[in-house]
């Protein structure tokens, strides 16, 4: 048994079998060439009864006999002491890497979550953490990983095309708002990772997210006389499904979320109390009021036999799903194309607001588990401030000397058309869309035949802008009877409802 030397490990030659030269000295030191001729300086030794070898490092730079054999000493000191010295490296074994990390925790720590948000959460450890971090054992996450994941997906470094299907592709853009989710979804993973003692900590907590857009849109009521209108002209055309235009007015009339109405099925409906008793929702089950305008919507439609759903499909045993291609069109004909499905419920509060209702009543009737929800909705209630404001401007103008009268809006004919059509709206009687929806419309050929023209020659006014007042409906062409009565009574000019409003 030699010594282990430089000239000793040059000497071997490759034989096709695997081989061990011991050191003469150091006990537990030595060699092992693999059978393909590659040489390995390792160390034995025998821990509670069990021999185990540590290997130390491959020949070459840094690993010569001499430096291998310093770290073989330092091992026998640890031995020495009672540690092992592969402990660690078995201990690394069992720990996963970030996406085995994020997929125990969508299928094992969110299992209190509605099928929704984890199916969310999964989209977004497949689509931008595990692509970024997914090889990174999860223990040795630091926070600068997680900065540089950040700032990848909103980069759009993640953005790809996947195939789902036959005729169905989806696409992943990343943005800043994708960033978010990634942080919250993996600084979820990290803290069952401490939970779990896999790491001592959490690198995620701390790391600053993109701030966020707050899209706070709300309808004035010129806006909802324009909604109204489309929506009474697409029902009474047939231009749209009719339960797409029900889901529409449902969500405006109860300030619901989209996949609560879309969902609801007619065993939600309490007609006794008038009520909808949703079993579960964002917030869990909850009860959802209903005024009167939403409950003679409810009782108008028509029931399909063995479809439980209130807004049934297309295929039997189905719900409305196209309900966004249906909005577009319908807001674009109304001018309002800036406006999303869900600004429909933040209307719904900003009316109950206008008119006086308490923050306290609007939580309730929207469904909010805690009230900081509601507080987005704070400016809103603010008339005692315009009351104010109104008393001391109005006070610094008189000691000024200039004078401050007030006008009303129903009354002075100086202010905008769109004024008096607000005050006009406020006060009718009927909630939100009001009496518009009785509006009767009809299309070019009948308008033609109410006039006794032909359709070309009402086709030659419009072109003209000589002929009775019209609406754009997606690609059709409409007139309501009252406009059509008026013009050819001579009472009123030409122009397009749309641009007068």
């Not at 730079?61 to 001499?66: F, G, Q």
């Not at 199916?119 to 996450?141: F, K, M, Y």
């Not at 003209?464 to 406009?483: D, H, I, L, M, N």
Request: aromatic letters at 6%; a positive charge.
């Amino acid at each position: 048994m030699p010594k282990v030397t430089k000239r000793v490990v040059d000497a071997l030659v490759p034989t096709g079998k695997e081989r061990f030269v011991w050191d003469r000295e150091l006990p537990g030191f030595g060699v092992r060439q693999s059978r393909a001729g590659v040489i390995t300086y390792v160390f034995q030794y025998r821990v509670e009864g069990r021999q185990r070898r540590f290997k130390i490092g491959r020949h070459g730079a840094p690993w010569t006999p001499e430096t291998a054999r310093i770290e073989a000493r330092r091992l026998i000191g640890e031995i020495a002491d009672g540690r092992d010295p592969q402990s660690w490296r078995f201990e690394c074994r069992g720990i996963p890497n970030t996406a085995q990390l994020c997929t125990v925790y969508v299928e094992e720590g969110m299992y209190a979550c509605k099928p929704s948000t984890i199916s969310c959460a999964q989209g977004c450890v497949e689509n931008h953490i595990t692509p970024l971090l997914g090889t990174r054992r999860a223990d040795t996450l630091t926070r600068a990983d997680i900065e540089r994941m950040m700032r990848d997906v909103a980069a759009g470094k993640t953005a790809r095309t996947v195939k789902k299907g036959r005729r169905r592709l989806a696409r992943v853009r990343g943005g800043k708002g994708a960033a978010n989710n990634a942080l919250v979804i993996l600084s979820g993973a990290l803290n069952y990772a401490v939970a779990q003692k896999i790491r001592p900590d959490n690198p995620a907590l701390g790391v600053k997210q993109y701030p966020g857009r707050k899209l706070d849109r709300f309808l004035s009521p010129v806006e909802l006389a324009r909604l109204g209108d489309v929506l009474a002209a697409a029902t009474a055309l047939g231009v749209e499904s009719a339960y797409a235009l029900a889901a529409i007015k449902l969500l405006i009339l109860t300030g619901c979320r989209k996949n609560e109405v879309l969902t609801l099925k007619r065993t939600f409906v309490d007609w006794y109390h008038r009520c909808l008793r949703l079993p579960d929702s964002k917030t869990g089950a909850k009860v959802v009021h209903l005024g009167a305008a939403a409950m003679r919507l409810v009782e108008g439609i028509p029931e399909v036999v063995s479809n439980p759903f209130l807004l049934p499909g297309k295929k039997d045993g189905t719900h409305v799903t196209d309900l966004q291609s249906v909005w577009e069109r319908i807001r674009k004909a109304a001018g309002l194309e800036d406006v999303r499905l869900h600004d429909l419920r933040h209307s719904f509060a900003s009316v109950g607001a206008d008119l006086g209702d308490s923050m306290l009543i609007i939580s309730k009737l929207l469904g909010h588990a805690s009230p900081k929800t509601t507080e987005r909705y704070t400016h809103l209630f603010d008339h005692p401030l315009k009351a104010a404001a109104d008393r001391i401007s109005e006070q610094i103008a008189l000691s000024m000397g200039e004078t401050f009268v007030q006008q009303d809006a129903a009354t002075d004919p100086q202010l905008p058309r769109d004024i008096h059509l607000a005050a006009h709206v406020r006060a009718k009687a009927d909630p939100v869309l009001g009496a518009i929806v009785q509006t009767r419309w009809v299309d070019t050929a009948r308008a033609a035949k109410c006039l006794g023209l032909t359709v070309g020659t009402l086709q030659t006014y419009r072109w003209q802008g000589t002929g009775p007042a019209f609406r754009k409906v997606g690609r059709r062409v409409v007139y309501a009877t009252s406009e059509l009565a008026a013009w050819k009574s001579g009472e009123v000019g030409t122009f397009e409802l749309s641009q007068a409003a």
